[in-house]
T-cell receptor
Framework: GDSVTQMEGPVTLSEEAFLTINCTYTATGYPSLFWYVQYPGEGLQLLLKATKADDKGSNKGFEATYRKETTSFHLEKGSVQVSDSAVYFC?????????????FGRGTSLIVHP | GAVVSQHPSWVICKSGTSVKIECRSL??????MFWYRQFPKQSLMLMATSNEGSKATYEQGVEKDKFLINHASLTLSTLTVTSAHPEDSSFYIC?????????????FGPGTRLTVT
């Protein structure tokens, strides 16, 4: 079945540092790929997505590129802020025959210090 | 954009009582809604998929009689935790399948924190 593997956290960075959170996936079809962010005590928000190979999703300074050859969708940001502290979930969705239900990774906690 | 709300945002109840959580799609119609459970510092676990006007489809290991799901309209799904026990304490998140441009996406509610004492 489909699966998503994320790097273990927490990732602890100083403000303005470069961020990479690795995500690799296994899927039988051609899934869409997503990054969701969950701030403390809140639900999930879609951060960015990519629907086909070589697509780059971007939002709020975050980027991720759909790499089919390496089955990866790593999240990057050039300069993190304290307000980026949250849990980040990589997910894939393979809409086969109906509603699509994301398969989530375990989440990676990001802590940014001033 | 598409907004999903949940009510209440948090609830504390006594062991043995039932609690109802509402999930609403505010500006779109959602044929399908989903209920997730999230344990502290863990990922989301899909509990069930509910389609408007039909019975919910539960994931393996989720007790149907304990977690009652009703999807009475295209904008409302409810999750009732019956005879709650402390081990049911968790963060419950719903999502709704909605059309965003040419593609469907899942829109997530803000979550409901349930604490059973």
């Amino acid at each position: 079945g489909d699966s998503v593997t994320q790097m273990e956290g927490p990732v602890t960075l100083s403000e303005e540092a470069f961020l990479t959170i690795n995500c690799t996936y296994t899927a039988t079809g051609y899934p869409s790929l997503f990054w969701y962010v969950q701030y403390p005590g809140e639900g999930l928000q879609l951060l960015l997505k990519a629907t086909k190979a070589d697509d780059k999703g971007s939002n709020k300074g975050f980027e991720a590129t759909y790499r089919k050859e390496t089955t990866s969708f790593h999240l990057e940001k050039g300069s993190v802020q304290v307000s980026d502290s949250a849990v980040y979930f990589c997910a894939l969705s393979d809409r086969g025959g109906g509603s699509y239900i994301p398969t989530f990774g375990r989440g990676t906690s990001l802590i940014v210090h001033p | 954009g598409a907004v999903v709300s949940q009510h209440p945002s948090w609830v504390i109840c006594k062991s043995g009582t039932s609690v109802k959580i509402e999930c609403r799609s505010l500006d779109f119609q959602a044929t399908t809604m989903f209920w997730y459970r999230q344990f502290p510092k863990q990922s989301l676990m899909l509990m069930a998929t509910s389609n408007e006007g039909s019975k919910a489809t539960y994931e393996q290991g989720v007790e149907k009689d304990k977690f009652l799901i009703n999807h009475a309209s295209l904008t409302l799904s409810t999750l009732t935790v019956t005879s709650a026990h402390p081990e049911d304490s968790s963060f419950y998140i719903c999502s709704a399948d909605g059309l965003a441009g040419p593609n469907y996406e899942q829109y997530f509610g803000p979550g409901t924190r349930l604490t059973v004492t």
